[in-house]
């Protein structure tokens, strides 16, 4: 399966070009960025240029920003190619609904990532928590700004996330986890002065199962992160750590694969997707990106320092 991918930056370099060497199914055929390529593939400047000169390439893997994501990938469906997008998969929910009808009609698979479901004790905290009577969940998503996306300014412009850009990823394993849809309830979200998106996010949840459920989101944290999710149960605590790496059951360390951070992250996403191109189906769950939308709706606005990298 030949793999072009689109927005050659810290993701694409650090992530996807390793995964895609390690599966055997997958070549990285050419690349499309405006300043950047890989040695010893075809580079090419535009998404455009890059479908033209090469019908051969079955599947487009948009590594770019949320913002400047949409037209590339309308771009790859109408061409018939199929698309796998980084999370968030866009910048509002209405432009993916659009990707996903496109994708339907053109009879392509649109993959849209999580790739922090695919971290090693995320399963196994589903299946733990499946038949649990659950009292509270507490999310707990600290780390350095500057450290983990340095000099991004697209993070800090509209449709960036701002701290929702790391917040999203806990919620995409809240949302794989938990025995039940949540609704949000509350929200108070902590801009910068000088900046479109925040710096800090508190959020609420409604179970219809009782528990109370929050998250708090931070940037503001120098030094080691924190990426925790905390679960008082009938049956003990739970504490899935490091961006759902490890899985602690009162203390006792659960079995999982061995996964560091990241590690095992990008090849489940890329085997998922040479699957799902081969089954000739689509997987795109919004509702990560539907707690942030609402997060966004219903959030108290509070204002902060300026941010100067
Ligand atoms: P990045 O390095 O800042 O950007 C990726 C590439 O996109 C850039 O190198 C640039 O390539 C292109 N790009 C940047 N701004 C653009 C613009 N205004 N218009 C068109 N292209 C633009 O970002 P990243 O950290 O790789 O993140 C990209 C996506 O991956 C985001 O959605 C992010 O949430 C997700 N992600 C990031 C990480 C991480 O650790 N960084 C982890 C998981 C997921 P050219 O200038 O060469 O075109």
């Known amino acids: 399966m030949k793999i072009a991918l689109v927005g050659v930056g810290k993701i694409a370099r650090d992530q996807h070009i390793p995964a895609i060497a390690g599966h055997e199914g997958l070549t990285l055929a050419a690349t499309a960025s405006r300043n950047a390529s890989v040695e010893g593939v075809e580079a090419h400047t535009d998404l455009a240029s890059l479908l033209e000169a090469r019908p051969d390439i079955g599947v487009i893997s948009l590594c770019t920003p949320p913002q400047y994501r949409y037209a ?3 771009l790859a469906l109408e061409a018939g190619r199929h698309v796998m997008l980084e999370k968030p998969p866009g910048a509002t929910l209405s432009e993916v609904h659009d990707l996903i009808d496109l994708a339907r009609k053109s009879g392509v698979t649109l993959f849209a990532t999580w790739h922090s479901r695919h971290a090693a004790a995320v399963s196994a905290a589903r299946d733990w928590l499946a038949d649990k009577t659950i009292r509270s969940l507490e999310v707990t998503w600290h780390e350095d700004v500057r450290y983990w996306h340095p000099g991004q300014e697209w993070i800090w ?6 701290v929702f850009d790391p917040g999203i990823n806990a919620l995409s394993i809240l949302t794989a986890i938990y025995p039940r849809a949540l609704h949000l ?6 801009f910068p002065e000088n900046r479109d998106t925040p710096i800090a996010a508190r959020l609420s949840f409604a179970d219809p199962g009782g528990a109370e459920v929050s998250a708090d989101f931070d ?4 030094g080691d992160p924190a990426w925790d999710i905390r679960i008082s149960t009938d049956a003990g605590e739970a504490v899935l750590s490091e961006g759902g790496a490890k899985l602690h059951v009162d203390g006792n360390r659960l079995e999982t694969p061995e996964a560091d951070a990241l590690g095992g992250e990008y090849p489940g996403l890329y085997a998922r997707l040479h699957d799902l191109v081969s089954r000739g189906e689509s997987d795109v769950d919004l509702s990560p990106m539907v707690h942030v939308a609402d997060a966004f709706t219903l959030g108290r606005r509070l204002t902060t320092d300026p941010f100067q990298f």
């Open 157 to 162: 412009e509209a449709g960036g996330l701002g």
């Open 72 to 74: 590339d990938a309308r």
């Open 185 to 190: 309830s509350n929200a108070t979200l902590t």
């Open 219 to 222: 940037w503001r944290k120098e």
